[in-house]
């Protein structure tokens, strides 16, 4: 077990920085500060973040942390944590770690005994989910589906089911397709697509999966997909469904039910008339 307190603890620390997923009025004042007092920056792409401090008068190193270097890169921070080094990590926008790199650093200087501190601010999932009209709680985050057509279907039929209010991040040359297959599985639920979240063109479409089809191709930026859960229940397979007839009738036979009895509940299970299962046992 471990009990980390944020405000209370010696040694360095990894900050996860909240960075504006649009509009730059949500830099908060604490998440400015953060950045302007750590010994290095963490950022998902150095060219957007460097924008980014010019804007806020921040001067503090930047480091490149990405999909594609998080295993060196990672155990590079680390190292650096252990010389004393505070460091913050930021993606392009919004929160660190969610659809973003971010996860392995995080687990790796906790494992190393560092404080991991959490400095909030904008998040895309969340803004378009409490907007959205559908139920906000409980959620389901799922991020982005497969882009590989079959893996997205599977992905969906394994959602089918679930009850609560999903999320999904989708890009505008991939949203069509999605809905469709969104149509197909999860049948023509309400759904929300939040586009350009904070930004001028800021836009919710609310409507079901075929209404929203009607306008996708006319979508353009980064969207979230709010659906709504299902309201049919998955059929549970039957606990007698590898049993045929007669193998059925001599379980309950075997828990001590009367040859009748027995095909009396099996016919009923089964939803078949007595007297075919009563053949079936007894002559066939």
């Known amino acids: ?26 830099m908060t004042p604490r998440c400015i500060e953060i950045l302007k007092s750590v010994d290095l ?28 270097n998080k295993g060196s890169k990672g155990e590079h921070l680390i190292t650096l944590l252990a010389e004393g080094k505070n460091i913050a ?12 790199p971010g996860y392995e650093v995080v687990a790796a200087a906790i494992e190393a005994g560092y404080a991991v501190v959490p400095i909030p601010g904008a998040n895309a999932a969340l803004s378009a989910l409490i907007a959205s009209g559908l ?18 279907k599977k992905e969906l039929e394994d959602l089918k089911y679930q009850p609560f209010t999903t999320i999904y991040y989708e890009s505008p040359h991939r949203v069509k397709e999605t809905l469709e297959t969104m149509l197909t599985i999860l049948g023509n ?3 929300v697509i939040a586009r350009e ?3 001028q063109y ?20 980064e969207m979230v997909i709010i659906v709504e859960g299902a309201v049919e229940k998955k059929e549970e397979a039957a606990w007698w469904q590898d049993f045929d007839i007669i193998a059925h009738v001599d379980y309950y036979v075997k828990q001590g039910f009367s040859t009748n009895e027995s095909i009396k509940r099996v016919a009923k299970e089964r939803k078949l008339a007595k007297n075919e299962v009563y053949r079936l046992y007894h002559i066939d």
Do not use: W
């Open 197 to 199: 979240l904070t930004k």
């Open 189 to 191: 639920r309400r759904i």
């Open 135 to 152: 139920v906000p709680q409980p959620f389901l985050f799922y991020g982005f589906l497969n882009r590989i057509k079959s893996k997205k």
């Open 41 to 68: 920056i963490a950022a998902e792409d150095t060219r957007h973040t460097k924008k980014l401090c010019h804007v806020f008068e921040i001067t503090t190193p930047l480091t490149s942390y990405h999909e594609h």
């Open 1 to 26: 077990m471990e009990i980390q307190k944020s405000f209370k603890q010696d040694g360095a620390c990894l900050y996860l920085v909240a960075t504006p997923i649009g509009n730059l009025g949500d």
């Open 89 to 100: 990590l930021v993606s392009d926008a919004g929160l660190p770690c969610i659809s973003d």
């Open 202 to 221: 800021e836009e919710f479409i609310r409507g079901t999966v075929e209404e929203v089809l009607a306008v996708v191709d006319e979508l353009r930026g």
